[in-house]
């Protein structure tokens, strides 16, 4: 497959600054090839003069400048550059950007505050399937909230505070004091009282965007056990947000520093951040935190690629295809097994009542079953799972993609890698999942070495018996399905024998 274009976007923060570059399919797919963050603190002392300090301008530069090089040697089409809060609020900043269009030739775009909340909200809406809600982008020196319906922003705003900002109000890289504590709080609350729509997002989910909720993801997720290493999409109750507070508050910076999920780079003054969070959490009264693994940079992106004709209306839909293109997917075989399996779920539903399936499970393990075939044929449906995980489906719940992983797996006892992710699961949700395993097993040997469609069979269920009638075939082609299929473990399974007749 031939990728036609390198864009790289940049993106000059208050806290860090980090480049990644993407490699554009002819189809406006986009598969990150290089992801670089180096933390500057450019906003650092932004609130005392409104001016760069000269240090973080020459830090930024040369940063800047090696990021350009790091483009040149990737052989980069397209640098889209962009600056945040510091570069908004500085007196001096416009010194930097001619320095950085001087000696790089990137000409930086400084992002409103409304604009900065609006990319992120199209980044974290355009990777996740959820309706209504609030997203917020929590970054060195500012606060964006933006408040969406049907998927459309309907109300933004960017206060001026972040990191930080917030690291200059009160010590945070030591222990929290209760002072220190309260004084925070207290700025916190009378910044988020300029959002007039307060009444408008109560009990609507928080979707997060930026490093200081992916790190309380992150803590949280190690603090519970989690099985799932995968941040995105990642749900943590209000609760769960200040316990991770209360954890880390009482911790001076070498503690910080070793607690899993947290970077060391924000361990000096992630606390006031967090806390930040927490406080919008309660002060709207929204439901639940929810992480996204996808933010301004890639809102940024789809921007850009939206020029070029990309339309997202559905995120899993859209994110889904972006896989199959990247992997080289025969579409045209996998909608017809596709099609076959999900008869089968169907004809035995009524009496099986398979309530966990859904047509994203469907097309995932019909689609993606055997690309762990690329790594090993042995075990290659345990290679398949693994990379179902970790291939970053969007628009699907994180259950939905471990279901989907251990379907695939097809129950394989053997493999202890799988059995933690059972945890996220009751008994009658496995069993469920071990039966969709089955079908998925016979749908696979009906069309690999059948031809078989889902036009030419049909299934009846008896007391004993779950009979499938084939048509266009003779006893030696029902032979080669009895060569695949054990009887013993499909009886164990669904408690009825299996039989195929002609039709």
């Known amino acids: ?36 963050k180096e933390t500057v603190r450019l906003g650092e002392g932004i609130n005392d003069k409104k001016e760069l300090k000269d240090e973080k301008i020459k830090l930024a530069l040369k940063t800047i400048q090696l990021f350009k090089k790091v483009c040149l040697k990737n052989n980069v089409d397209e640098i889209v550059a962009f600056g945040t809060a510091a570069l908004r609020i500085a ?118 965007v930026g490093g200081t909720v992916r790190n309380i993801g ?116 996998k909608e017809k097994q596709y099609k076959i399996f999900k008869k089968i779920c169907l004809s035995l539903d009524g009496e099986y009542k398979l309530k966990g399936i859904n047509e994203k499970i469907i097309k995932i393990v019909t689609y993606l079953y055997d690309i762990g075939k690329s790594i090993n044929f042995v075990n290659y449906p345990l290679h398949s799972a693994y990379m179902i995980l970790n291939l970053g489906v969007k628009g699907i719940e994180q259950k939905e993609l471990v279901a989907s992983a251990l379907i695939v797996a097809r129950g394989n006892k053997k493999y202890k890698g799988l059995e933690k992710y059972k945890e996220m699961f009751k008994d009658s949700e496995i069993d469920e999942l071990m039966m969709l395993s089955k079908i998925l097993n016979m749908t696979n040997i009906f069309y690999d070495d059948l031809l078989l469609e889902d036009e030419n069979f049909e299934i009846e269920i008896t007391k004993d018996e779950i009979i499938f009638f084939i048509k266009d075939k003779d006893e030696e082609d029902l032979k080669i399905i009895d060569l695949f299929i054990s009887q013993k473990k499909f009886i164990n399974t669904f408690d009825k024998k299996l039989k195929f007749k002609m039709k």
């Not at 990728?3 to 923060?13: F, N, T, W």
């Not at 980044?123 to 606060?143: E, F, M, Q, R």
């Not at 606390?271 to 301004?296: D, N, P, R």
């Open 91 to 208: 007196t001096n900043g416009e010194y930097l950007l001619k320095e950085i269009l001087k000696t790089t030739g990137i000409d930086v775009i400084v992002f409103k505050g409304e604009d900065e909340a609006y990319f992120s909200f199209e980044g974290a809406i355009n990777t996740l399937d959820i309706k209504d809600g609030v997203v917020i982008d929590l970054g060195g020196s500012s606060l964006e909230i933006v408040h969406f319906e049907n998927r459309e922003a309907l109300e933004r705003v960017s206060l001026n505070f972040g990191a930080v900002t917030l690291s200059e109000i009160a010590n945070l890289k030591d222990k929290l004091s209760k002072k220190d504590e309260e004084t925070l709080r207290e700025f916190i609350q009378n910044q988020l009282k300029i959002v007039q729509w307060k009444d408008k997002i109560k009990d609507l989910p928080l979707i997060g």
């Open 218 to 333: 992150g803590v949280n997720l190690y603090m519970n056990n989690y099985p799932l290493e995968l941040l995105h999409n990642y749900k943590v109750s209000v609760d769960g947000v200040k316990e991770v507070v209360n954890f880390l508050k009482d911790k001076d910076y070498k503690e910080k520093q070793d607690v899993q999920g947290l970077s060391k780079a924000r361990a000096d003054v992630f606390i006031g951040a967090a806390i930040a969070v927490e406080e919008v959490l309660t002060y709207f009264s929204l439901k639940e935190l929810i992480i996204s693994g996808y933010g301004i940079r890639e809102g940024v992106l789809y921007e850009r690629l939206s020029e070029c004709g990309k339309v997202i209306q559905d995120p899993f839909e859209d994110g889904f295809r972006e896989i199959l293109e990247i992997l080289d997917i025969n579409t045209i075989i």
């Open 1 to 36: 497959m031939i990728l036609r274009k390198r864009i790289c976007v940049m993106d000059i923060g208050s806290n860090s600054i980090r480049m990644v570059i993407y490699e554009i399919t002819p189809n406006k797919s986009f598969i990150p090839i290089e992801d670089i």
